[in-house]
């Protein structure tokens, strides 16, 4: 028979239920028999035990909540009987061993990657397209439209569909590309570069700044106004900043400087069209895996991503640093309650004290506007399980793997070390994608248990479910599933076949779901006010 619950850790004072439960129903816990009080719906927890009001409840083994008023063995544990606690944050605890896989199998594998001047390696060669503010928005839409499709990057099968039912013959397909090697030409709006503080139109440029110097990115072209406070010239400082080496392509059109907007487009047109055919010299080539940098997110959390999903995500991140490459761990939000954990990881003192710094200046920003981190669980994540947010960060959290921290990064900082990074993003899943490319990932891994189309303009992101009915019913989405994790399959081996999908992916074999749908979300974090 089929286990109906799972005890995640030892010492762990709630096993989380499979399948829907019935009151009354018996359910085994490490050889004792519990008759269950009240139904548990899938995903959700049941106590192992009796609470008092005030006792602290453990899952993955730390403190996730706190007993609201007392709760039963065999009871459901839901909002109404636990709040959310967290273990208060260390600095002096002892540093964190680990013991790297075995990855001898993959050290001579390679992936088809695309190797820049500076040696250094793309998962694919795309044109990027912005404004310096929200004012160009409309210019760079019809960019869009003048390119996209011309090129061969777009159809427009829902305008075709719209034809068929008016009874006209579709007429639009997609033509062949001229520019084969261009993986696409992509184009960012924003809603910032203005109306705001300068502090934000320098964070704006800073990440735009990311983008234009990213692998995969061959060159780009940028609109301004004129006016707005994310003038060229801080544009150009944030470039010089990422960059001091810097030499993309940057075509740079002021509208103001040209009166006639028309003139400006065509122009605009005719300077990216000639650069897009030095941007299709580039060829593919075999590089070893450690030239990867990886990005590790969740969205639409459920009861089981924390099982599946997230753990297999952390197998694969400790594989990929084993062998030379990075990968970046963001949302810390989802971190809270296990920080002190993270903190045993971290390799530099400093980085230990920078983390918490962090965590601690995001939680009083919070507080400032009549918030807490302890609101980060959705109505969807509490509705599948998730009930605190110390709950979902401890499940969250495996997708860092085990390895060492090499470093503490915010907002879109850099990971220049090989080894697993911590990321200062909120847990909001554009800005926190967007975020993690902009400090070099070329690829995501982005887990989900209700499903989320979230794409990126520039770099693959793979989509990871974390049971499988949301992978047979949200296919088009979903790229790899994690599901059979709970019909038995081990992690590890799951890992193998997910890392083998990124390597496939890295080198161009593999077009994941997002693209094929074309969805290229970006999303800055503004942090300050509007004046």
Not at 284 to 302: F, Q
Request: glycine share 8%.
């Amino acid at each position: 028979m089929a286990a109906t619950t799972l005890l995640i850790h030892p010492d762990d004072d709630m096993l989380v239920a499979l399948a829907d439960l019935a009151e009354g129903q018996t359910v085994d816990d490490a050889g004792q028999a519990i008759t269950l009080c009240t139904p548990v719906a899938a995903k959700h927890k049941l106590a192992r035990r009796d609470f008092a009001p005030g006792e602290v409840l453990k899952l993955y083994g730390v403190p996730v909540g706190k007993a609201l008023h007392a709760i039963r063995r065999g009871e459901a544990v839901t909002t109404e009987n636990l709040v959310h606690h967290a273990a208060e944050p260390r600095l002096d605890g002892s540093a964190m061993s680990w013991q790297a896989p075995d990855v001898k199998a993959w050290q001579e594998q390679t992936f088809e990657g695309i190797v820049r001047k500076d040696g250094r390696v793309a998962t694919a060669n795309h044109w990027l397209v912005f404004p310096l503010v929200f004012c160009e928005n409309r210019n760079i839409d019809q960019l869009r439209q003048a390119l996209e499709r011309p090129l061969g990057y777009a159809g427009d099968e829902l305008a075709d569909y719209t034809l068929s039912l008016l009874g006209h013959t579709a007429k639009s397909s997609r033509r062949n590309r001229p520019f084969p090697n261009v993986d696409g030409v992509r184009f960012i709006t924003h809603a910032g570069g203005c109306g705001g503080t300068r502090a934000d139109a320098k964070r704006l440029c800073k990440l735009l700044a990311a983008y234009a110097d990213h692998p995969n990115v061959a060159g780009v072209t940028v609109l301004s106004l004129g006016c707005q406070n994310a003038q060229i010239a801080m544009f150009r400082e944030a470039l010089a900043e990422q960059n001091p080496a810097f030499d993309k392509p940057c075509l740079v059109y002021e509208q103001q400087q040209w009166g006639d907007e028309q003139a400006m487009m065509k122009a605009v047109l005719q300077d990216t069209l000639k650069a897009l055919t030095e941007a299709n010299e580039v060829r593919r080539e075999p590089v070893p895996l450690s030239k990867l940098k990886i990005g590790v997110k969740c969205g639409g959390s459920d009861g089981f991503s924390g099982i599946t999903a997230n753990p297999v995500l952390g197998l694969v991140s400790d594989r990929l640093v084993a062998l030379g490459g990075a990968s970046l761990l963001a949302e810390f939000p989802e971190l809270c309650g296990v920080e002190s954990e993270l903190i045993s990881r971290c390799q530099n003192p400093a980085d230990r004290e920078r983390f918490l710094a962090l965590m601690k200046d995001f939680e009083a920003r919070a507080q400032a506007v009549g918030a807490s981190l302890a609101e980060n669980p959705s109505p969807g994540n509490i509705r599948d399980g998730l009930i605190t947010d110390a709950m979902k960060s401890a499940g969250a959290a495996r997708k860092g793997g085990g390895s060492p921290v090499v470093a503490v990064l915010d907002y879109g900082e850099q990971a220049s070390k090989p080894g697993l990074s911590l990321l200062c993003t909120p847990g909001n899943d554009v800005e926190s994608v967007t975020a993690l490319v902009a400090s070099g990932a070329q690829l995501v891994l982005f887990t989900t248990g209700l499903g989320t189309p979230t794409g990126n303009p520039i770099a693959p992101v793979l989509k990871v479910s974390s049971n499988t009915p949301l992978a047979r019913r949200m296919s088009d989405l979903i790229d790899f599933d994690c599901g059979p994790v709970l019909e038995g399959v081990s992690a590890e081996q799951t890992a193998e076949q997910l890392l083998e999908l990124v390597r496939q992916t890295a080198g161009g074999e593999y077009e994941c779901k997002a693209e094929r749908l074309r969805q290229y979300d970006w999303l800055f974090w503004k942090q300050d006010i509007s004046l």
